[in-house]
């Protein structure tokens, strides 16, 4: 299997990055596509319960926790210290798929989609300070003139975009 295309969804907290990279992974799967997530967190973050089996290993000092099950496995890895990894790490993790939708890592020269939406903490736009917003997927009226607009919940759209960016409809 090649590469996976690449494509993320950049915002401020509260943007509605999480609703669309969901909408747009059941889109894209029931599109027949394999899409595979990595989802970049600014804070401290847990996965297993205090007191499960895992959360004890991990506490213990493992450096690397995997819980295996007949439907599902997962792996912790513990930075205990270290630099976080590099996105090109992390993406050289990852299984073979078709698509890998990033959500979050802003900053990456990735071909990405601006999240928005009034909620949102910050509304300073992304767009204008960084050329490989392609798009922007918002809940209001944006005046943006460059880029392709498209409302937020418009998913269908918005995943014929992603498949036209990423090339993916050639399949």
Request: charged content about 30%; glycine content about 6%; overall charge negative.
């Amino acid at each position: 299997m090649t590469a996976p295309k690449i494509f993320g969804i950049a915002g401020w907290k509260n943007s509605g990055k999480t609703g669309l990279a969901v909408r747009l992974v059941t889109e894209l799967t029931r599109r027949g596509w394999r899409v595979s997530t990595i989802k970049h967190a600014h804070h401290d973050f847990d996965i297993d319960k205090v007191g499960a089996d895992s959360y004890r290993h991990r506490e213990a000092g493992a450096h690397e926790v995997t819980i295996v099950s007949g439907t599902r496995y997962a792996i912790m890895h513990e930075l205990r210290g270290a630099p976080e990894p590099s996105f090109e790490e992390i993406l050289s993790r990852l299984a073979p798929c078709d698509l890998v939708l990033i959500e979050g890592y802003k900053r990456e020269p990735i071909p990405k989609i601006e999240a928005r939406r009034l909620e949102a903490a910050n509304r300073t736009p992304l767009a204008p300070t960084d050329p490989h917003i392609l798009a922007i997927a918002a809940d209001h009226p944006v005046t943006d003139k460059d880029l392709k607009i498209f409302d937020l919940d418009d998913t269908a759209s918005i995943a014929d975009f992603v498949e036209q960016v990423t090339g993916l409809s050639t399949k």
